[in-house]
């Protein structure tokens, strides 16, 4: 579509015609004076690559450690029966996680798209099961995990408020909606600002992990560490099943979510091929570390049935080694998940925005703002979303839903790279990590679905049945072509309405180059 078009328009019918005295569209010159006033737009309007290998990993990291670490320790250690095996989850935990991410990483430099696994399942598997996967993070899977993070933002910052009770609902349900829509404008506003806010918080949620870790280490020297004691690490008040055992690991994922997510944003990453590859690398082990040393010293201070009683755990852990400081612990919690919401809005958006420019979402979707260049009615449909969440009430419940459809996902993206070697040989691939990497990471994928169908049907089923309300919705929507003149009319007037009140436009691309062999032969002899 051309700039300018009546359907493509901001709602100024010459809105590329940046100077006067230059020629517009049809070779005629602008002479009229109100384009002096008018503020400059860009000649090419397209999304910006202001993401650097810092900026790069501190998505990366500040999208992993968000609320997780501070929710998950209870249900891993509930679910594992000890502290030894809990930690055990932990580490193990990180190391699947940075399997994934190794096949990630070709995947990602193989196929240079934004959107992650949406895209890459589109490209191997075709547009129905992208379809799905992108219908079930956008209706569920991202809206609940930001309005977890969220909730626990508000109920750690209300949490010096309301010291002997829990905050009441409505102020948790209220400071959660005006974070996120502060954070909302940020991103609508600027990719650099989001980027900076990114960096910061992440840095700010290290300092205060680095804080807990620290102390438990001193706690550990000075002889008190009970809880980790051989006597007690593997004792078990009951043998945890297999299926157990997998819930646990799941809910480990939960707080290890969001190792994939530089992945959706690739097409604004600063050289992407060698940059998304290293991010990975260095922010998978970090990460790792940092989880493992905090559950240590978690367990330095907190017995097993403290910790399973505490609705706060770094709450509980602050008030009982930092004394009149302890306030420090409810603020760095909240920063940590105040920066973790930003970069889920961040990344989550762009998820919606590859699937509207796919097609399998509403054009509008695909649009971005004609200076800020940001995808602001992508951003406002994943805000929207998540204010539904926070309205229909509980949404620690729908860990464990999330946590399936995440797992499920990253098995059948993974399960793309293989199929994908086969179907395309000789593709040039710039990481090809070994065969080994992808079948581990699947035959662990396989016995947890299992092991958790089995133990906790009703919760995979209604993932399940998330997922595959998709199929309808596909084939009227996406695959159902020749709709009624009123309903393509009908979106058309929508679609015309969001682009005057957004001011967005269709962006313009780079080619993206997924490069086969014999193209890299001719391009060399023809630069030779």
């Known amino acids: ?110 196929i240079p798209k934004s959107g992650g696994d949406y895209a890459y399942v589109t490209e191997i598997f075709g547009g129905l099961m992208g379809f799905l996967l992108l219908w079930s993070a956008v209706l569920i899977m991202y809206p609940t995990t930001l309005a977890v993070i969220a909730l626990t933002f508000s109920n750690y910052v209300l949490q010096p408020v309301f010291p002997e009770c829990a905050p009441p609902y409505m102020a948790t349900r209220m400071l959660s909606a005006t974070c996120l829509l502060l954070l909302t404008w940020v991103n609508c506003s600027s990719v650099r600002m989001a980027t900076r806010i990114q960096d910061i918080f992440t840095v700010g949620k290290l300092m205060a992990l680095g804080l807990i870790i620290v102390v438990g280490l001193v706690q550990i020297f000075n002889g008190n560490f009970e809880a980790l004691s051989p006597q007690v690490i593997f004792s078990l008040d009951r043998t945890p099943s297999v299926g157990q055992m997998a819930l646990a690991f799941l809910q480990a994922s939960f707080a290890f979510s969001g190792w994939n997510f530089l992945n959706y944003v690739t097409e604004e990453v600063v050289e992407p091929r060698r940059n998304l590859p290293r991010a990975i690398y260095i922010s998978i082990p970090l990460v790792t570390l940092v989880y493992t040393l905090t559950n240590l010293a978690y367990f330095s201070s907190m017995s097993p049935e403290e910790l399973l009683s505490s609705n706060a755990v770094a709450v509980t852990f602050g008030e009982k080694l930092l004394g009149m400081f302890s306030v420090i612990m409810p603020i760095s919690v909240a920063l940590s998940t105040f920066g973790g919401i930003n970069g889920y809005l961040f990344t989550s958006s762009r998820l919606c925005f590859s699937g509207a420019r796919e097609g399998h979402l509403p054009s509008l979707l695909a649009m971005i703002h004609v200076k800020k260049c940001t995808p602001i009615p992508a951003l406002l449909v994943c805000c929207t979303a998540t204010m539904v969440i926070l309205c229909i009430g509980e949404t620690h419940n729908l860990i464990n839903y999330v946590s399936f459809i995440n797992y499920l996902s990253y098995g059948v993206t993974i399960a793309g790279l293989l199929f994908y070697r086969w179907r395309k040989p000789a593709l040039y691939r710039p990481i090809k990590v070994r065969l080994v990497v992808p079948i581990c990471y699947l035959m662990f994928w396989a016995l947890l679905l299992g092991f958790s169908l089995y133990s906790e049907p009703l919760v995979c089923g209604v993932g399940l049945v998330i997922m595959l309300t998709g199929v309808p919705v596909y084939f009227l929507g996406v695959h159902w072509r020749r709709k009624p003149k009123c309903v393509d009319t009908f979106i058309e007037t929508v679609t015309s309405v969001g682009q005057r009140l957004c001011f967005v436009v269709f962006p313009q691309f780079d080619p993206i180059e997924i490069v086969d062999p014999s193209d890299r032969t001719e391009a060399s002899s023809a630069r030779s």
């Not at 990366?60 to 502290?83: A, D, M, T, W």
């Open 1 to 110: 579509m051309r700039r300018g078009e009546s359907t493509g328009s901001t709602g100024e019918e010459d809105w590329d015609c940046a100077d006067p005295g230059k020629a517009d569209m049809d070779g005629q010159t602008c002479s009229r004076p109100c384009h002096e006033e008018r503020t400059k737009v860009p000649d090419r309007v397209t999304l910006k690559k202001e993401i650097g290998l810092l900026s790069a990993c501190t998505i990366i990291i500040g999208n992993i450690i968000g609320s997780g670490i501070f929710i998950s320790p209870k249900g891993v250690l509930e679910h594992s029966g000890s502290v030894g095996l809990a930690l055990l989850v932990w580490l193990l935990g990180g190391c699947i996680a940075a399997l994934g991410s190794l096949c990630y990483a070709e995947l990602g430099v193989t």
